[in-house]
């Protein structure tokens, strides 16, 4: 069992061991949080290529020890110009992958400028210097990805570049040996040197139009050009007298908000950890939460998200007195998508990063982009082409988004970062790491090697079931059984709970770490 690591001044927390070292390094080398973070973030999109890339976007919160304020980034993409209903006529959904999947801009690149641009340290090309080098001397093949890229082989091979990357000679590279992406080195390299305009106005972005339309696609180099992140303010709710702060829509982030408002209503002393009640009350708590979100969330800018009424103290206490402690509750879920990589740096001077990237599905579109190395993301997959859906598919647009960065403030500085891999799990496995932190005095390695549970489906057929970690007790499971929860037990530590990662910082100041157990990460304190 994995085992919290302490540190005095600072902590890295990441889902690839090699990324967490990359964000150290910048640390030692006096670069602060922001430094630190972006380089996690740029060497998780090498090392860690099934779950995030350059293809892909990213969300970020901080608090910058000298402002004490709480900032968040939206470094997600739009769909194109060119994407409406008319470019899917005759057909019913959206692909989930290839060219055809609504392929939105990425948002990653024009997010790492952004970040350093307002509080970077070293240079730009110095924190992404250990991506490059991953890139072009390769790394040792993790089990995480080996098992990705076996059980997505077919979707590979459906693109003869992909293919060519991720199942060289026909297969996947055995764990521990050599795996090495020189496009995508030669593409690093190239926004190292240029910063985002060598992306959204250079030759990349050329280089991926130019292929995208070459195969049916959307995209084009005005959707680049036009492109740009937004700093915008977070979103706050209460839970035992934290604040807690999420990326307003289009994040889901007020799920993970709305369900700790209502949980805050509930009386935790007299409810045992991992007892029946405790996980009842927490799905149920969860659940009325993403009744509101499929009804609500899109793009604020196309559809307005009464977050007033949702995250109000009025709407908590309806909620929670709806909760029957006997009977679960029927509600509808959507699909969502499970590829992501959370990770959170804190420094020696206070500054706190806690931040979250995604491809969308494993691999994303599956199709690498011409000979620039990126995988390219199927998030616009989830748009609905039923013109009067919420989050219906219009040009410009910003699609429903499961990426959640959350951060949890006492007495106005930064007490937990947190969050977590896993689409529709993101709001559940965050809402059961802080109420084990604040409600059960557990440390964050202690709250993530907890069981854990999932409701409702990550990507696949539409299902209520909820999966519970084989460690819960059997009559536990019974229980819920009984009351109608479609259970299913699943391993003891099943990869479909995500990978979650978290940072306490304890008022006297000391850092304290944790990792999750299901995948390769690396929790680095000094």
Known sequence: MEKPIMGTQTMVVSPHYLASAAGARMLERGGNAYDAAIAVSACLAVVYPHMTGLGGDSFWLSCHSKEGKVRAYNGSGRSGYGACMDAFEGESFIPVR???????????????????????????????????????????????????????????????????????????????QRFVQAGLAESLKAVAAGGRDA??????????????????????????????????EPIVGSYRGHSIYQLPPNSQGFVGIMALQVLDKFDFNTIEHGSYDYYHLMIEALKLSFRDRNKYLTDPEFSAVPLDRLLSEA???????????????????????????????????????????????????????????????????????DPH????????????????????????????????????GQPQTQTALLTRMVDYGMNPQQAINEPRWVWGRTWGKPTQELKLEGRIGPQVVDLLARSGHLVRVMGDFDGIMGHAHAISIAPEGFLTGGTDPRCDGAAIGW
């Open 98 to 176: 290839g060219v055809r999947s609504a392929i939105t801009v990425p948002g990653m690149v024009d997010a790492w400028a952004a970040v350093h641009g307002e509080y970077g340290r070293l240079s730009f090309a110095e924190v992404l210097q250990p991506a490059i080098q991953y890139a072009v001397d390769g790394f040792p093949m993790s089990r995480d990805q080996y098992e990705n890229t076996v059980l997505n082989e077919a979707v590979l091979l459906q693109s003869s570049t992909a293919g060519s990357i991720y199942l060289p000679g026909g297969k996947a590279v055995v764990i521990g």
């Open 199 to 232: 992306f959204y106005k250079g030759a990349i972005a050329e280089e991926i139009v130019r292929f995208v339309r070459s195969e049916g696609g959307l995209l084009t180099r005005d959707d680049f050009a036009d492109h740009r992140g937004n700093w915008v």
């Open 315 to 385: 709407y908590a206490a309806e909620l929670a007195g709806s909760i029957r402690m006997d009977k679960a509750c029927d509600i509808s879920t959507e699909a969502v998508g499970s590829d992501t990589a959370y990770a959170a740096v804190v420094d020696g001077e206070g500054n706190a990063v806690s931040f979250i990237q995604s491809l969308y599905f494993e691999f994303g579109s599956g199709v690498v982009a011409g000979n620039t190395g990126i995988l390219l993301q199927n998030r616009g997959s989830f748009f609905s082409l």
């Open 389 to 424: 859906h919420v989050n219906s598919l219009q040009p410009h647009k910003r699609t429903f988004h499961t990426l959640m960065p959350a951060m949890a403030c006492l007495d106005g500085k930064p007490r937990y970062l947190y969050g977590t891999q896993g689409g529709e």
